[in-house]
């Protein structure tokens, strides 16, 4: 069994199957440092407060599993606070509530007035808001931990990791059974990448993973790999893979920046302490938690055009869409300063939930990618589910047939994820 892409989920996917008995898996990536991997490039935000049921139980299960392997993830309960400017969109998190605390998530409604006093760090334009949520189960984790912990699980179960090598290219063959005429992957034609120069080795798997080309002085080997299944875990790059089998997936990549800020202790508010504080969101969708000596900070900028970008707009990027937010509800971000940042890539679907499943008309293949700003949240319950469709032929823990990729064709199974940010 073949699992492509070596992030956060196939390597979660190759640990849940390797812990059900399912011998003789290969992870295979490009670049299993995961430079350009968004589960290297996230914010750490975990929470099971969504809208939609599918992403709270997947998220609900990660999280327990977080809460269990805390030490070794990183895994901080902090909670996460949800100011709302939107009477309608309040309305929405108010009645969503009932179906998050049916969940045993313990969501809090909180008055504007109540806020500061409970979160000081929230002290501005109060007049603007017209309400919070509190999420206390919810938190931060060390992303780049879950991803190792996975890894050392499935390679303690004999999972072998195949670094360096980039899938060019697909074999497919015809086969007659039960279900019909089905396709099924015979083989994979994979590129083994000679390593660069130390300081040029990420310029190379830049230009590879944008543009999709080996460039010749790049190339070491070709090989082919023979498969009896292959599941799709290649993240925002998994609409490549599909087009090479021929089919259309409906995700796109779209860059996503995150800002590192600098705050002096001495401009902190009275009685703010940024230590303990978990996740903010402000009412325009921007995101924020301590990080080390920093502040961590997210916006997704609505018009970004997709494509393969890493860009990050530096100085811009915080001058025009971080500071502002960020001073516009926290009087302590005032005179807060820009230290660094960097892009990574939401694969984002129409409706903002995943894909996961078996890929119709083909015998022997499975996918799971697309979770646009969710992937690590929603790594374990994903994983477990997707191990035992493959291995038992049906979901179980929670049921993933919601986020077949066949809703699409019907806009009244899309699963509107609005809680996004
Ligand atoms: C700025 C930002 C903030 C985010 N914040 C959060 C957050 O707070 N919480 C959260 O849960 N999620 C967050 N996310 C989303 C989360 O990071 C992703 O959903 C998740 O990491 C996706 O993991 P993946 O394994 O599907 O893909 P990836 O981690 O992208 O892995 C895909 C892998 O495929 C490999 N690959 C690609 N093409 C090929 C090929 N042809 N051959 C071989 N290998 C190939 C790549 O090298 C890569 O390692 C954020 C994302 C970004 C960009």
């Known amino acids: 069994?073949?699992?492509?892409?070596?992030?956060?989920?196939?390597?979660?996917?190759?640990?849940?199957?390797?812990?059900?008995?399912?011998?003789?898996?290969?992870?295979?990536?490009?670049?299993?440092?995961?430079?350009?991997?968004?589960?290297?490039?996230?914010?750490?935000?975990?929470?099971?407060?969504?809208?939609?049921?599918?992403?709270?139980?997947?998220?609900?299960?990660?999280?327990?599993?977080?809460?269990?392997?805390?030490?070794?993830?990183?895994?901080?309960?902090?909670?996460?606070?949800?100011?709302?400017?939107?009477?309608?969109?309040?309305?929405?998190?108010?009645?969503?509530?009932?179906?998050?605390?049916?969940?045993?998530?313990?969501?809090?409604?909180?008055?504007?007035?109540?806020?500061?006093?409970?979160?000081?760090?929230?002290?501005?334009?109060?007049?603007?808001?017209?309400?919070?949520?509190?999420?206390?189960?919810?938190?931060?984790?060390?992303?780049?931990?879950?991803?190792?912990?996975?890894?050392?699980r499935a390679e303690a179960r004999g999972v072998r990791f195949r670094n360096r090598d980039f899938v060019m290219g697909v074999r497919t063959e015809r086969v007659s059974g039960a279900a019909g005429s089905l396709r099924r992957i015979a083989a994979l034609e994979v590129v083994r990448i000679r390593h660069g120069r130390p300081g040029d080795e990420s310029g190379v798997l830049r230009e590879i993973l944008t543009t999709h080309r080996v460039p010749a002085e790049a190339r070491e080997e070709e090989e082919r790999i023979d498969c009896e299944l292959v599941v799709n875990c290649l993240g925002a790059w998994s609409p490549i893979f599909s087009a090479k089998v021929g089919i259309h997936d409906v995700s796109e990549p779209v860059r996503r920046q995150i800002a590192l800020v600098g705050v002096h202790r001495?401009?902190?508010?009275?009685?703010?302490e940024l230590e303990n504080l978990g996740m903010v969101v402000d009412p325009s969708g921007l995101y924020f938690h301590p990080d080390g000596a920093y502040l961590l900070a997210g916006y997704s900028i609505p018009e970004e055009p997709p494509g393969f970008d890493f860009s990050y707009d530096g100085e811009d990027f915080f001058q025009n869409e971080i500071w502002p937010r960020l001073a516009a509800h926290c009087s302590s971000f005032e005179r807060c300063g820009h230290v660094r940042g960097w892009a990574g890539l939401y694969a984002v679907t129409p409706d903002r939930s995943g894909i996961a499943g078996p890929v119709a008309g083909f015998s022997n293949l499975f996918e799971a990618h697309s979770f646009t700003g969710r992937g690590v949240m929603q790594s374990y319950g994903i994983s477990r589910a997707m191990a035992a469709l493959i291995d038992s032929g049906r979901f179980e823990e929670v049921d993933l047939a919601p986020l077949a990729r066949e809703r699409f064709e019907d806009p009244a199974r899309w699963v509107r994820e609005d809680l996004h940010i």
Request: glycine share 10%; aromatic share 8%.
């Open 1 to 152: 069994m073949v699992v492509l892409g070596g992030g956060v989920v196939g390597t979660a996917l190759a640990a849940a199957l390797a812990e059900r008995g399912v011998r003789d898996i290969t992870v295979v990536d490009l670049d299993l440092a995961g430079i350009y991997a968004s589960s290297e490039l996230n914010a750490g935000g975990a929470r099971a407060t969504w809208w939609q049921p599918v992403n709270i139980e997947t998220c609900r299960l990660t999280l327990d599993f977080f809460r269990e392997h805390r030490a070794e993830l990183g895994f901080r309960q902090r909670g996460y606070l949800w100011l709302y400017d939107d009477e309608q969109l309040f309305a929405r998190a108010i009645q969503k509530r009932e179906l998050q605390n049916r969940a045993g998530l313990g969501v809090e409604l909180l008055e504007p007035s109540a806020i500061p006093s409970l979160f000081p760090i929230v002290d501005r334009s109060l007049e603007e808001l017209v309400g919070a949520t509190w999420s206390p189960r919810d938190g931060l984790v060390n992303p780049n931990a879950v991803r190792s912990y996975y890894r050392r």
């Open 266 to 272: 001495e401009d902190l508010a009275p009685g703010v």
